[in-house]
């Protein structure tokens, strides 16, 4: 029988797709690591989840932050079973206008960020044998949209990285999936200062995404998911 998936790595954990992640996790009993930069929020997270999540504090573009978490739930908290790359952020605007200090933000964050954590936890799954690896990428990882210039190199860079990382990490039994959505209706499109580039009414409900993670984890080892694209009818990827 396949070992239990008990133990879950979620980054970003604290808003949108990261939220619903670990409250439907931590609800089923499972035990949840929460990464986020906000204390504030994480305190809310864990007060709405309870006891299963164990809140962390860290911007995952600090990788020698990353790493202290890491190795703090490897020694003191029964390691990860599951790591979940979904920290992420994005701006809408044309690359020539784009600030550099932005461009580099989102490279640092989506695509680095997603580096140091899976960098830091590998090792540990490869001692064990075991573990899953599901990386929240974007349907931007899998074509070009105008707007999202920088949020695209990050996005690809997340699928190319997940392509190679899955193909090492077969023989060792973990398995590495991406997951890459359109719209989504979360807190990182903002009416005012980052609005959504599509219609907002038709988005993926972030609730879709988890039961797309449950059904990823549901699937036994030897089976590869390698990407699943999703987006709303009203838009082609
Ligand atoms: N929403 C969409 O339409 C959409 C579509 C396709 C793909 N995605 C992808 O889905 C993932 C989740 O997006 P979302 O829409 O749920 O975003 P969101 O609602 O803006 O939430 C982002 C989460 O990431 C955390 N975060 C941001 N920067 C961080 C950092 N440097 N270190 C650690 N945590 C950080 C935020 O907390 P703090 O700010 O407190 O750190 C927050 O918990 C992202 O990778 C995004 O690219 C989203």
Known sequence: MEAELNNILVTGATRGVGEAL???FAGQGRKVF??????????????????NI????????????????VNEIESAHGGIDVLINNAGIV?????????????????DVNLKGTLYCTRHTVPFMIQRKRGRIINISSVAGVRGIPGQAAYCASKHGMNGFADALAQELMPHGIVVSSICPGGIDTPL????KNPYPGDIEKVIKPGEIVDMVEFLLKQPSGTMYKRIVVFPTNEWH
């Open 22 to 24: 670990s409250l439907r």
């Open 34 to 51: 929460a990464l986020a930069r906000t204390s504030e929020q994480l305190d809310s997270l864990v007060e709405r989840g309870g006891s």
């Open 54 to 69: 164990l809140p962390f504090a860290v911007d995952i573009s600090d990788r020698d932050a990353v790493g202290v978490a």
């Open 91 to 107: 701006q809408n605007i044309n690359f020539a206008e784009q600030s550099f200090d932005m461009m580099e933000r989102i490279i």
């Open 189 to 192: 499109w903002d009416k005012e």
